[in-house]
C-alpha cells in the first residue's frame, strides 16, 4: 500500500540544521508531489510547499524562504525538508503529504517532532 | 494570500448530535476547499474534497457543501470516534495554500 515513512524526532540547538527524510513507497515516486506541513505545538496545520517530484522543482510558501529547502534523492523514492539555523520557533511537528489532484491531501508522514532548545 | 476563518474554534456536543462547521474565505474560490480529521498525536486524515466529495472509505455521516466564500462541514449524528479536530483548507491558489484554524469537537 501507499505508505510515506518520516525520520525520527530530532533535538537540535539553536543556529543548528536539520534533515528530515520521507520515504515513500507503493507507487511512482515521480507522480505526485510532495508537499510540506509545519504543525507547532498546540497550533493548526501551516503549508510549507511542496516539490515537483519529475524536475525537482520546490514551490515554498511566504514565510518559508530562504533557511528551508526541499530537496529529492529519486533513487531511493525519499524526499527531504532541511532546515539551517534553527530558531526556538521552528519547534513543531512537520509532516509531508501526498496529494491526489492538486492539493487535496490523501497521504500523510506520520509527523517528525523538532525540537529546538538550548 | 487567501484566509479561510474557521467557526467555531471549538464546540461540546453529544452522541448522535448534528454537527455543523463553518468556514468563510477572504475571497471567492472556486470549488478547492477540503475538510481534514486530527486526533491528537496522529497526522490529519482527508474526509471530503472539492466541497462536498467523500474521500475512500470515508462514512457517509460526513458531508460537505458550499460554494463562492462560505463553505460548511456536517457531521449528521456524532459518534464517539469523531471527537477530534477539524481543518478545512483551500487551494484555489496553488502558490498558496492555505489551512482554517481548526474547530475542536469535544464531548459534551
Known amino acids: 500500500q501507499v505508505q510515506l515513512v518520516q525520520s525520527g524526532s530530532e533535538l537540535k540547538k539553536p543556529g543548528a540544521s536539520v534533515k528530515v527524510s520521507c520515504k515513500t513507497s507503493?507507487?511512482?515516486?515521480?507522480?505526485?508531489?510532495i508537499n510540506w506541513v509545519r504543525q507547532a505545538p498546540g497550533q493548526g496545520l501551516e503549508w510549507m510547499g511542496r516539490?515537483?517530484?519529475?524536475?525537482?522543482?520546490?514551490?515554498?510558501a511566504q514565510g518559508f524562504t530562504g533557511r528551508f529547502v526541499f530537496s529529492l534523492d529519486t533513487s531511493v523514492s525519499t524526499a527531504y525538508l532541511q532546515i539551517s539555523s534553527l530558531k526556538t520557533e521552528d519547534t513543531a511537528v512537520y509532516y509531508c503529504?501526498?496529494?491526489f489532484g492538486a492539493g487535496a491531501f490523501e497521504i500523510w508522514g506520520q509527523g517528525t517532532m523538532v525540537t529546538v532548545s538550548s | 494570500d487567501i484566509q479561510m476563518t474557521q467557526s467555531p474554534s471549538s464546540l461540546s456536543a453529544s452522541v448522535g448530535d448534528r454537527v455543523t462547521i463553518t468556514c468563510q474565505a477572504s475571497?471567492?474560490?472556486?470549488?478547492?476547499v477540503n475538510w481534514y480529521q486530527q486526533k491528537p498525536g496522529k497526522a490529519p486524515k482527508l474526509l471530503i474534497y472539492?466541497?462536498?466529495n467523500l474521500a475512500t472509505g470515508v462514512p457517509s455521516r460526513f458531508s460537505g457543501s458550499g460554494s463562492g466564500t462560505h463553505f460548511t462541514f456536517t457531521i449528521s449524528s456524532l459518534q464517539p470516534e469523531d471527537f477530534a479536530t477539524y481543518y478545512c483548507?483551500?487551494?484555489?491558489?496553488?502558490?498558496?495554500?492555505?489551512f482554517g484554524g481548526g474547530t475542536k469537537v469535544e464531548i459534551k
Open positions: 507503493g507507487y511512482t515516486f515521480t507522480s505526485h508531489a
Open positions: 503529504t501526498r496529494p
Open positions: 475571497e471567492g474560490i472556486s470549488h478547492f
Open positions: 483548507q483551500q487551494y484555489d491558489n496553488l502558490l498558496a495554500l492555505t
Open positions: 516539490i515537483n517530484t519529475n524536475t525537482g522543482n520546490p514551490t515554498y
Open positions: 472539492d466541497v462536498f
